[in-house]
């Protein structure tokens, strides 16, 4: 099951479960009340019972001067009694007492017999809940997996004339040497394939084996690639220390090439994109507008430009956050964005 889809089970199981809960809590509150005033309503009765016999072991018996204290009806002050009369008697009352501790352990075993009762009854709607929870995520997971399996076989099918398209123009650069119109070409070429690395990005949940990666000249190379779709712009890379960890290559690549693609897409003309490897942070800081709404900026869709799809921060964070690896963005308008990228979470070389 992809993240997504157990984010939303989740979410919907706990609000069907907690409904029925909060319900079930409700029914039994009403049927503990119910049983403990029959419960006593059977004990005056057995009082009343034992009125005429004086038999019963189980109550106190004693006579009591006649008050303004009802006579057939059960007291809980002063312990549990009633009082009752006594034929041919006009100043004394008949009262029977029960114990109030063993009033209180009667009370205590219809709670205990109910919360048996309610415990069971919440495991068979944990069940139900889930059971229900999954049936009505059906049809959605069904067509996800149609928009998914859609999306693979484009991605597919693009891999041919993409791959042709990169043979013939190696082919006509070197035929042709420095051609303004090739070179266009090209950059065109490398901005579709990011494009597709960044669906493939979007369609993987579960990233391939870590391996040990020279992150800093990992750094060094997407920012060269970065740079021949926008020579118009200025690159410039530094880097005070080797940075090598442990991680998903692949995964790593699909967050730089974003950044680095978000720091040239929407940078000013003739702007710069810096990128700074120092200790276990990487940043990325460009020359831009910079960010309106740095609080959305990472949600999925959600674009403060005309062009691209909304999606590459979206796909960023998602990674991060299964690499492990801290993102902060500071940015302020019309001076331009920093991105940092802290890697110390990640396994070192040779652990």
């Keep these: 099951m992809k993240r997504y889809e157990k984010e939303s089970l989740f979410k919907n199981f706990l609000v069907f479960f907690s409904l029925l809960e909060i319900l079930l809590i409700l029914l039994f509150l009403e049927l503990f009340h119910t049983q403990k005033r029959e419960y006593k309503h059977n004990l005056y009765k057995t009082m009343e019972v034992c009125s005429y016999t004086m038999e019963c072991e189980q109550f106190i018996f004693d006579f009591s001067k006649k008050n303004k204290n009802k006579r057939n009806e059960l007291y809980e002050n002063d312990g549990i009694h009633a009082y009752f009369n006594i034929p041919k008697s006009e100043n004394f009352n008949l009262k029977i007492s029960y114990p109030e501790k063993n009033f209180i352990r009667d009370l205590l075993r219809i709670k205990q017999s109910l919360l048996f009762k309610f415990i069971l009854a919440t495991l068979l709607l944990l069940v139900l809940a889930l059971l229900f929870t999954l049936y009505s995520l059906t049809p959605i997971r069904k067509a996800l997996k149609l928009n998914d399996e859609f999306v693979k076989d484009i991605l597919h099918d693009f891999n041919t004339p993409i791959t042709s398209m990169i043979l013939n123009i190696k082919m006509l650069e070197e035929e042709a040497e420095k051609n303004a119109f090739i070179k266009r070409i090209s950059h065109s070429i490398n901005t579709i394939m990011l494009l597709q690395n960044n669906l493939k990005s979007f369609l993987q949940h579960s990233p391939s084996q870590n391996v040990e990666v020279d992150l800093a000249l990992l750094c060094k190379k997407r920012l060269k690639f970065i740079q021949s779709i926008y020579p118009k712009l200025k690159f410039t890379y530094t880097s005070y220390n080797d940075l090598k960890k442990i991680t998903n290559e692949e995964s790593f690549t699909r967050i730089l090439d974003n950044l680095l693609s978000n720091a040239a897409k929407y940078n000013k003309p003739q702007g710069t994109v810096s990128l700074t490897v120092l200790n276990e942070t990487i940043s990325i800081k460009d020359t831009g507008k910079g960010i309106k709404n740095i609080n959305k900026i990472c949600d999925r869709y959600y674009k403060e430009q005309d062009r691209g799809l909304g999606l590459g921060l ?19 308008k019309d001076v331009g964005t920093t991105i940092i990228l802290n890697v110390k979470n990640l396994d070192k070389e040779g652990k």
Aim: charged share 25%.
């Design 314 to 332: 979206s796909i960023v964070k998602k990674l991060t956050s299964e690499l492990d690896i801290s993102l902060e963005i500071h940015t302020q």
